[in-house]
């Protein structure tokens, strides 16, 4: 076996190591970090970049050779921590992604001494951000990774774990490649242990970490090794380690071997601190174009200041270091910007360009609103008289109901008087609602009159979002929720994402699910449903049935459209659907479109593939 990334006598990994995900063990002292060292050198060398996430403040030795001396240093750039290239704050993990994508530098995150709200905010944002803008090889060492992806999170603490475990699960996709470091295997996350490709185990002697390592040996052992690295776990001197590698490399596997791991080549800034020694430090440390990548990333925040005035506040700390001249300067125009921000005016809607056709749709959708409202002024008037006159309601309003509401689909009979219909889910129960009166947020139940104002004042107009301006992403969501209660599909965040086909802990599914609620659209906590003020402003697809959902990804469609012809009740087989679509039964995208199906309640979570009552709704 043979490659660049030399780690021990007879093992020398090719380059792909850089994408693949490691789990190093051991007790304190045993060699752990300078092992991660070592492999992190040996990739920076092939010209792999490297990012650390250092907790204990450590990995800066990187940037001097073993005798401390400049000349064998690597290019790493240290944000934050007692040697730090840069500052670090908190609310810079988009920042510092970008620098590391766009300006392609290897990178020490020093968090040493930070609080678990502070480290959580930063990963969290930090993971999101490279998992969604890295594409080229990339690997992350998280030094006590148990601090990032533990396994019993703190409050505040899950979307780091959730952002960091889908880093480590999918980030082959984006490049990314990840090796966790921990003297406390327990207390790392299963899921991280379980799911790491390669296994390195330096002394340990804890039962709760042996249990641990044990635990991913289970996973992994297909050779029944298992009672003869347990058994030697405790021997093993330091540097000394079992490198435990089932899969990797794919065409020769380096299965399982103990080895004495060979020393970093850099400056061991880890070194044992002993009582009465004083310690050497390198004098000068690898020099990196900071300048060029201080301006480099004061563009990045001067983009991420338009839309957030937080990111400003880092742009500060980068200039405190390099001038405190232009600091002052710097504060100045930062509070002109936040001025300027606050008292922007916001911004014109864009003009829509129309075509004759839209025109032409417009100019019908304008006449039947006209007939529609003439229909509606009439039911008014005839309430109001009987109101105000304290007769009976008649029981049909002249010309009270029309045949066809706005949108072009029929509507159907109503109990006499209702002006506000049940929310039970009808098709014809969004987007042309007439409410009574500003204050009539809850749903008339079935059968039951709608209330009405006693003062005589009665004002019959469409609900509107109130002025609130949702973006397109918000109403696809209201949309989705429409949907969803139409086809009377209990709803979850889970089933509401697989609808609008995204992650339920994506941002930007989080951010609009969180403003629908703030604006009243979406109830305020518990399963998101909408409000009453939610089902005015969404709109069902014209399409309902099977035929609106033929507007999904291209894999869905075709599964959707194969099971129009499939026997009732029983369905079809995994097989047999496979078979009928031209696709292998256990293939990657089929299964991940028919489990979002599932997930959509469109075919049953469980036995033949058949389209639900639910899908044909
Ligand atoms: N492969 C090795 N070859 C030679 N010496 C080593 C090796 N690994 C570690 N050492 C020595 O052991 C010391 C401690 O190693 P290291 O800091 O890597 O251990 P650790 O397991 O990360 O410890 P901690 O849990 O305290 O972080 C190093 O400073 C070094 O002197
Ligand atoms: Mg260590």
Redesign the pocket.
């Known amino acids: 076996m043979s490659g660049p990334i030399k780690l021990a006598a007879g093992v020398s990994w090719p380059l792909q190591l850089a994408t693949e995900t490691l789990l190093i063990v051991g007790k304190?002292g045993s060699g752990?970090?300078?092992t991660a060292t070592r492999i992190a050198e040996q990739l920076i060398r092939a010209r792999v970049r490297v990012c650390v996430i250092d907790p204990?403040d450590?990995w800066w030795g990187m940037k001097a050779g073993a005798n401390g001396r400049r000349d064998g240093g690597l290019s790493v750039v240290v944000f934050g921590g007692s040697h730090r290239d840069l500052p670090l704050e908190p609310s810079g993990g988009v920042v510092v992604a970008d620098a590391i994508v766009d300006q392609r530098i290897n990178a020490v995150i020093s968090i040493r001494g930070w609080s678990n709200r502070d480290k959580a905010r930063f990963v969290a944002d930090f993971a999101e951000r490279l998992y969604n803008r890295n594409r080229e090889a990339l690997h992350l060492v998280c030094?006590?990774a148990h601090e990032v992806m533990p396994q019993e999170p703190y409050k505040g603490e899950e979307e780091m774990l959730g952002r960091m475990l889908r880093l480590q699960k999918l980030g082959r996709s984006s490049g990314i490649g990840l090796t966790s470091?921990t003297?406390r295997p327990a207390s790392l996350n299963k899921n991280a242990t379980t799911q790491a490709e390669i296994l390195i185990a330096h002394r340990v002697l804890g039962p709760q970490d042996v249990d641990a390592v044990k635990g991913w040996i289970k996973y992994h052992d297909d050779v029944g090794k298992t009672a003869e690295v347990l058994s030697g776990l405790a021997t093993l001197k330091t540097g000394e380690a079992w490198v435990w590698a089932p899969d990797f490399p794919n065409d020769e596997p380096l299965g399982l071997r103990r080895v004495q791991v060979l020393k970093p080549e850099t400056f061991d800034s880890?070194a044992t601190v002993v009582a009465g020694k004083k310690r050497s430090e390198p004098r000068s440390l690898a020099s990196v174009d900071l300048a060029a990548l201080r301006e480099k990333m004061q563009e990045s925040i001067a983009r991420a200041a338009a839309d957030d005035p937080r990111e400003l506040r880092l742009a500060l700390g980068l200039e405190k270091t390099a001038h405190a001249q232009t600091t002052r300067q710097l504060a100045l125009e930062i509070r002109a910007k936040e001025r300027a921000i606050a008292e922007r005016p916001a911004p014109a809607p864009p003009r829509p360009t129309l075509k004759g056709t839209h025109v032409r749709r417009l100019e019908r959708a304008a006449a039947k609103l006209d007939a529609a409202a003439s229909v509606a002024q009439t039911t008014a008037e005839a309430i109001l008289a009987a109101v105000r006159s304290g007769r009976s309601l008649p029981e049909t309003p002249s010309g009270a109901r029309p045949e066809t509401a706005p949108d072009g689909r029929r509507a159907a009979p109503e109990p006499a008087g209702r002006v506000e219909r049940g929310g039970n889910g009808s098709a014809g129960a969004y987007g042309r609602r007439l409410a009574v009166g500003p204050g009539s947020a809850k749903p008339a139940g079935a059968g039951k009159q709608a209330p009405l104002r006693t003062d005589g004042e009665l004002s019959l107009r469409p609900e509107s979002a109130g002025g609130s301006a949702i973006s397109g992403g918000e109403q696809a969501m209201l949309d989705a929720l429409a949907m969803l209660d139409h086809r009377m599909i209990s709803v979850d965040r889970n089933v509401l994402a697989s609808w609008l086909g995204v992650h339920p802990n994506g941002g930007r599914f989080n951010r609009s699910l969180k403003r629908l609620r703030a604006l009243g659209f979406v109830t305020a906590d518990g399963s998101p449903e909408l409000t009453e003020r939610g089902r005015v402003a969404a709109h069902l697809p014209r399409e309902t049935g099977i035929e609106g959902l033929l507007d999904a990804a291209p894999e869905t469609r075709a599964i959707v459209d194969a099971l129009r012809d499939a026997p009732p009740v029983i369905g079809y087989s995994r097989d047999q659907l496979g078979e009928k679509l031209g696709v292998h039964p256990n293939g990657g995208r089929f299964n991940r479109a028919l489990r979002r199906l599932r997930k959509m309640g469109v075919v049953p979570k469980r036995g033949g593939i058949v389209l639900t009552e639910s899908a044909n709704r």
């Open positions: 304190r752990k970090s300078s204990v450590v030094e006590e470091v003297q880890r």
